[in-house]
Nanobody, 125 residues
Framework: QVQLVESGGGLVQPGGSLRLSCAAS????????MGWYRQAPGKERELVAT???????NYADSVKGRFTISRDSAKNTVYLQMNSLKPEDTAVYYC???????????????????WGQGTQVTVSS
């Protein structure tokens, strides 16, 4: 059983900082990427940041220069350092792990996305 446990959310003032963490346990086979997504009330879930097994990172334009994603491969843990927080960053943040693809000799492949339960981040004065 794969389980993702998130922590670090909370209430902060604009301009403040938070550090989210997500620890994965269980057999994941292999990881292609890890990342963070967020969803605000009435809006679609959107990508915040991802990091591949090779260390390449990708950020939403709205968080570039403010957020930093990192991971500890030995512990299967991914982090999101959030600085200079804005009210528009308020959302539920979800940890994501993309399973590496298993390719079949007959063609096609299998993959899977694992998700955490989410942690609330509220930025308000």
């Amino acid at each position: 059983q794969v389980q993702l446990v998130e922590s670090g959310g909370g209430l902060v003032q604009p301009g403040g900082s938070l550090r989210l963490s997500c620890a994965a346990s269980g057999s994941i086979f292999a990881i292609a990427s890890m990342g963070w997504y967020r969803q605000a009330p009435g809006k679609e879930r959107e990508l915040v940041a991802t990091i591949t097994s090779g260390g390449n990172t990708n950020y939403a334009d709205s968080v570039k220069g403010r957020f930093t994603i990192s991971r500890d491969s030995a512990k299967n843990t991914v982090y999101l350092q959030m600085n200079s927080l804005k009210p528009e960053d308020t959302a539920v943040y979800y940890c994501n792990i993309e399973r590496a693809r298993t390719y079949y000799s007959a063609g096609g492949y299998y993959t899977h996305d694992y998700w955490g339960q989410g942690t609330q981040v509220t930025v308000s004065s």
